[in-house]
């Protein structure tokens, strides 16, 4: 039985101030399987993205990497002139090799520089309010890498900074050239292994925006995921949605799919309640530091 989406005004939503200011609603949307080539495939994402800002997302995560830029330019597409509150996130950092044209870690700031500017033009925007490192190159010195987003931050292009799979130890040492507003590391009910990671998130007050916020349907192969999805009259999915948002009240989840009706299941989570009995059970399903195996 799938629990239906209602109208925004009847959905109890909870919300969370990135940075201590940039207030979003907690269940946002990844917008990495959106296609982007051209004919029906792109009038379906577009129609997708759409239906999320209908549905109330306020939070929209995209990056350079998914396309060369061209996912940022599907949203702009379908959502500018955006409406107010709809943060639209993008993250910077990883560039195709000029000698092999593969995707690699690349943080050297005139690179940061130049994927910031044409993220600003793809978005259609003179302000990216939340921008995140997509992940950090061991190459270039991390204090450059940061202190590059600090100064676009200090030149208005950027309002806040957050980073993406980083330990605890890479958090501390990013915290002390800038202040760091968000954390996305892949996380789900089935792999904790980023758990200490979210201790010190929301020992600061920081976002953690998990991806692979459902194990890729790994969730709904657990007899006890599944239990509980018929004992509260929603799906597994939801159920592990459900989970995270009650996990820890700094848990952003940005849930992705290509299909409305992913997307309206994915919305409809945040109107499941779970008992402390279903939770407790939940809880066990997974160890800190376990991670399931899955391809990346």
Known sequence: MLLQVTEVAEVAVGRFRIGGD???RRLGFGAMHLPTETGSAREGAVAVARRAVELGVTL?????????????????????????GLVV???????????????????????????????????????????????????TPLVEQLGTLRDLRDEGKIGRIGLS???????AQARE?????????????????????LAACEAAGIAFL?????????????????????????TPTQVALAWLL???????PIPGTARIGHLEENVAAERLR???????????????????????
């Open 22 to 24: 940039l207030e979003v």
């Open 89 to 139: 996130t993008t993250k910077v950092g990883v560039a195709r090799s000029v000698e092999s044209g593969e995707w690699e870690l690349n943080g050297r700031p005139e690179v940061l520089r130049d994927q910031v500017h044409h993220a600003l033009r793809r978005l259609r925007v003179e302000r990216i309010e939340l921008l995140q490192l997509h992940r950090i190159d061991p190459g």
């Open 165 to 171: 799979e980083v330990t605890v130890t890479e958090l």
């Open 274 to 296: 779970l008992t402390p009995d279903q939770r407790a059970r939940l809880d066990r399903l997974a160890k800190p530091g376990e991670p399931t195996e899955q391809a990346d």
């Open 246 to 252: 009650g996990h820890s009240p700094v848990v952003l």
């Open 177 to 197: 050239v800038v202040a760091v507003a968000s954390v996305q590391n892949r996380y789900n009910l089935l792999d904790r292994e980023h758990e200490p990671v």
């Open 210 to 234: 998990p991806w692979r916020t459902v194990a890729w349907g790994e969730s709904g192969a657990r007899a006890e995921v599944a239990a509980v999805a018929a004992e509260t009259g929603g």
């Open 60 to 84: 929209i995560d995209t990056a350079h990497l998914y396309g060369g830029g061209a996912n940022e330019e599907l949203l702009a597409e379908a959502l500018h002139p955006y409406p107010h």
